[in-house]
């Protein structure tokens, strides 16, 4: 688990899965800088990570512009100290098929959801590399892999995270530094959201299910922190999804052609007056949870299997063990069975022998 010393800073951290993380590390006693927009949400997830034995600072901080992550890194290690661990958790959203969406939407979307995670990273950089020490985790998404209608804007920043990652973690490798980075692969969650994020379509969004609650990623979270692991995947359909798309990806264009917009539309239409958090953040606390708690599942056992995958081996190899021996035990009383009635065999032989010589 994390140690107690850690130094955390969550991008997103005013609610949904970022929030849930904080609560996560807030529990190890970490020290958690909660970096997001809307001051209301922060302050009372600072409120809950100090009531379950953390410390927190709250800067509101707009991950789009790059001084305000470097001037929120400052102000974390000036009030709590060197920064161990980045979470870049941070995003916005816009539901809508291309032929709707404003290149101001898209651009929003890539600033805060893409370039979000780059300031994030470098300003993590620029503090980590001269200790060579700490961690970087991006929360990515099964988007990453596979781009799904309605939501052209987010896979495409997700895709990009994905590539702008793979290229720091070799030049990671190459330096020979001890900081790393993991990403940490999402399945559709019960979030805020989908009660946050723009919608240019005339229903709700709505999560495709199977769909997790934010603590069974940000248990995740928490857990790469301190276990070097290149990348995660949370959910059997995470993992189903990446696999899908490498063996048959025109048959998955042509399944999501038919199911993904339904999928990701709620029975009822959309009221064309709710606020979004695209531009500016929604006011009030929203929490972490969305409206869907009643279709969402608290465990997944991949991702037990997954973060216990050294305890299955170990496992597996002394069932390996105790198989082998009881085979090898089977053998020998096998043989030592036999052996008297090869003995007793052997007078009969003789005399065979004796009336054939006659």
């Known amino acids: 688990m994390p140690n107690t010393q850690d130094v955390v ?71 709590l100290g060197p920064i161990t661990v980045w979470v870049n958790n941070a995003m916005v959203s816009v539901f809508s098929p291309v032929k709707k969406l404003r290149p101001e939407e898209v651009a929003r979307v890539t600033e805060v959801t893409y370039l979000g995670y780059v300031y994030g990273t470098m300003a993590a950089l620029r503090r980590m590399l001269p200790r060579d020490r700490g961690v970087i985790i991006q929360v990515g998404s099964a988007l990453a892999y596979r781009g799904i209608p309605l939501q052209a804007a987010y896979c495409g920043a997700k895709h990009a995270i994905q590539g702008f990652t793979e290229s720091l973690r070799t030049e990671l490798l190459h330096d020979q530094s001890r900081v790393r980075v993991t990403l940490v692969q999402m399945p559709a969650m019960n979030t805020t959201q989908f009660s946050l994020s723009k919608n240019n379509m005339t229903h709700n969004p709505q999560p495709v299910p199977p769909i997790y609650e934010p603590e069974v990623a940000a248990r995740v979270v928490v857990w790469a922190a301190s276990h070097d692991r290149r990348e995660i995947d949370v959910g059997a359909s995470t993992v189903a999804a990446i696999i899908a798309n490498k063996i048959a990806p025109g048959a998955l264009d042509h399944y999501l052609a038919r199911q993904g917009y339904s999928a990701q539309q709620a029975p009822e239409f959309a009221d064309p007056a709710r606020p979004d958090n695209l531009w500016k953040p929604v006011p009030g606390d929203h929490g972490v ?7 969402s599942a608290r465990h997944s056992p991949q991702v037990w299997t997954t973060l216990h995958r050294g305890t299955i081996a170990t496992i597996a190899g002394f069932a390996l063990a105790a198989l082998s021996v009881g085979l090898w035990s089977g053998r020998r009383t096998a043989r030592a069975v036999s052996a008297p009635s090869r003995a007793l065999a052997s007078p009969d032989r003789a005399r065979l022998h004796e009336r054939r010589a006659v």
Do not use: W, Y
């Not at 590390?25 to 409120?47: D, H, N, P, V, Y």
């Not at 949870?289 to 279709?295: D, L, Q, T, V």
């Open 289 to 295: 949870h969305g409206p869907f708690s009643n279709r």
């Open 9 to 79: 800073v969550i991008t997103g951290a005013s609610a949904g899965h970022g929030r849930a993380v904080a609560r996560l590390f807030a529990r190890e006693g970490a020290k958690i800088g909660l970096l997001a927009r809307g001051r209301e949400g922060l302050e009372a997830a600072q409120r809950e990570v100090e009531s379950l034995g953390g410390r927190a600072i709250a800067v509101p901080t707009d991950v789009s512009d790059a001084d305000q992550v470097e001037a929120a890194a400052q102000a974390v290690e000036a009030e």
